[in-house]
Every structure is written in structure tokens, then in C-alpha cells.
């Protein structure tokens, strides 16, 4: 087998890893990635605003809006308008939203940083420097992405109870 094949796999096996733990979320959870990570920021931060959100996980304003959206029509998050500057809109998990947080899965992305934090720094550069270069191979280093481990389209929504 030639090493490019052999690369080719080990790519396939990480875009399939990817896959499996999306799916496996949105089973358990009846959540996907990147709301997950939405409804962690609200957590961490009581009252933090969309554009917040968005600047902190590198998404686009109107994505992390959208998601919102699915969230609040699920009656997970909820949005508290300022009484001071109306214009400013703080959001907040609502009880329902705790508990299904507290029961979520551990997002894959943490579980790869904690692996990837217990690498010595010459290996977490080599890591690095490689998957830049695959990128740039892949004429994929102009393509915009967020630090999120999630195969689709980012606002996707997959019903829980439908395979794939």
C-alpha cells in the first residue's frame, strides 16, 4: 500500500470517528454538535449574548442565531430582552435545558483536547504543522471552520429518532 493510501485511511477513520460520536450524541441527547457547545457557553456564562457566543466559538453570528432558534423552540435556552438597552438580549438555560446539559455526553473536541494536552509540545507542533499541511494539500486552508469536531453542515438537525 503507498503512503498516500495509507494517509487517505487514517483521514477516513477520523472524519468516520467524527461521524460515529455525532450520531451517538444526537442519540443520547437528541442534540447536535454545535448546540451542544452553544448550550455550554450559555452555562458557563449566565446572561453572555449571541455575538459573544459567537466571537468565543468561532462561529457566524446568523449560525449561532439559528441555533438559538432550535434551542429556544425546544425550551432549552431562553432569551431575557434588558430593560436598561433594549437592544441588548442575555440568554440563559432554562431548567430543562440543566438537566439535559448534565446528562449530555462529553463533547468529542474535549476529549481530543485532554489526549492532545498530555502530548509533549514538540508533538502537539508536529501534529499541528501536519494537519496544516494536509489542509493546504486538500485546498482546504481558505475554508471556514470553527474549532468544532462535527461532520455536516454546522445548523443540521437530525431527528433523534431517525437513522442515518
Do not use: C
Request: charged share 25%; no cysteine.
Amino acid at each position: 500500500m503507498q503512503k498516500y493510501d495509507e494517509l487517505l485511511i487514517a483521514l477516513r477513520k477520523v472524519i468516520r470517528a467524527i461521524d460515529l460520536h455525532s450520531k451517538q450524541l444526537n442519540k443520547t441527547s437528541g442534540l447536535t454538535g454545535p448546540q451542544l457547545l452553544i448550550m455550554h457557553e450559555v452555562a458557563q456564562t449566565d446572561g453572555i449574548t449571541a455575538s459573544r457566543i459567537a466571537q468565543n466559538v468561532n462561529l457566524s453570528p446568523a449560525t449561532v442565531t439559528n441555533i438559538l432558534d432550535r434551542l429556544e423552540s425546544r425550551a432549552l435556552v431562553s432569551r431575557v430582552r434588558s430593560q436598561l438597552d433594549k437592544r441588548r438580549v442575555s440568554l440563559y438555560l432554562t431548567e430543562q435545558g440543566k438537566a439535559l446539559l448534565d446528562q449530555a455526553p462529553q463533547p468529542l473536541q474535549d476529549h481530543f483536547i485532554e489526549k492532545f494536552s498530555s502530548l509533549s509540545e514538540w508533538e502537539q507542533t508536529l501534529l499541528l504543522s501536519s494537519m496544516q499541511r494536509i489542509a493546504a494539500m486538500m485546498d482546504a486552508d481558505n475554508i471556514d471552520a470553527s474549532p468544532l469536531l462535527e461532520v455536516g453542515a454546522i445548523t443540521r438537525q437530525v431527528d433523534p429518532g431517525k437513522s442515518e
